[in-house]
């Protein structure tokens, strides 16, 4: 067998479906289902079982997945030392990134680097922080940007911080936001705590959740409509981008801004590696030179001030 059989395989138990599995691999279902028969056979012993609610591995699948995966990195690795030995920056770079990283940040930080370094091929997988960080220390990733603070089991480094920020429509007290719409976005449950504490903070009652929409983007147009208020990350505001809405920094009671990490994270194996060596320190220089936050929106010395964004 070789890399294209594990590249199948395990795609197949990752995404826990056939149909998803044969779309991601750009084959058609009964195509997928005859290389799954063909590892079988080859093997000798049943890999998968169909279930109602998708496939689940057999003793020997979940031996057979432990040993694809392992042959993935194991040739990765192969090729990147023989590509450093060349002294050529060229081979695969693997990225696991936060949905709003990669939404605002990450599409001009390839670019660049891509200019830069042609011959590095680029892998991006996109989720939830949480779910970044399990990719991350389960190998599926050589270098992850995550946000909000989690776990990890190698080297973090803090890329920048950002305030969270209520927004509105209209002008509106922060103590008569309880009579105004609420609109919830599905996020990060670490960006769902900080709201909710800060909401438990400041009203006697929850919110009237009067919109629930699937992400910060709609959220925010939601909001420019003037159909409530939310609260979302500065990035998550489209790098300021955006017009005709208030922004009021987050606070504690305390009176401290709260504000939300980005971090790159990479373990020291795969920072040996050139191509990972070269881009972590691309990352490192980016950011040395290019801001994400506005500096003037943070340090704001009353804290009932807002900024229109115009």
Not at 60 to 70: A, L, N, V
Not at 71 to 99: F, P, R, V, W
Not at 111 to 129: C, G, L, N
Not at 244 to 267: A, F
């Amino acid at each position: 067998m070789d890399n294209r059989e594990w590249q199948t395989f395990v795609t197949v138990v990752d995404e826990g479906n056939i149909t998803r599995a044969a779309e991601k691999l750009f084959l058609s279902q009964p195509a997928l289902s005859y290389r799954l028969r063909h590892m079988e056979k080859a093997l000798g012993h049943s890999l998968l079982l169909r279930t109602a609610e998708g496939i689940a591995l057999t003793a020997q699948g979940e031996i057979f997945y432990d040993y694809c995966k392992r042959m993935m990195q194991d040739q990765e690795a192969l090729e990147n030392a023989m590509n450093s030995a060349s002294g050529k920056i060229q081979g695969t770079l693997k990225i696991a990134s936060s949905i709003n990283f990669a939404d605002y940040e990450l599409p001009a930080l390839l670019k660049s680097f891509r200019e830069q370094y042609p011959d590095v091929h680029i892998q991006v997988k996109t989720a939830f922080s949480h779910q970044v960080v399990k990719m991350f220390n389960s190998g599926d990733c050589m270098v992850a940007f995550s946000r909000g603070g989690y776990e990890v089991s190698g080297k973090s480094e803090l890329l920048l911080e950002e305030p969270y920020c209520l927004v509105y429509k209209e002008l509106v007290p922060p103590e008569s936001l309880e009579k105004v719409p609420f609109i919830k976005y599905q996020t990060d449950a670490s960006v769902a705590n900080i709201i909710e504490t800060w909401c438990a903070e400041h009203f006697e009652e929850p919110p009237s959740v009067a919109m629930d929409v699937n992400s910060m983007s709609t959220c925010r147009h939601f909001v420019r409509a003037g159909l409530g208020w939310s609260i979302l990350t500065y990035m998550g505001l489209g790098s300021c981008k955006d017009r005709d809405i208030y922004v009021s920094p987050l606070r504690s009671k305390d009176g401290t801004y709260i504000t939300r990490d980005t971090n790159m994270v990479y373990t020291k194996d795969t920072e040996n590696l050139v191509v990972v060596k070269t881009f972590i320190e691309y990352v490192r220089d980016y950011y040395k030179k290019h801001t994400v936050v506005d500096l003037s929106l943070i340090h704001i010395s009353e804290p009932t001030r807002h900024l229109r964004i115009s």
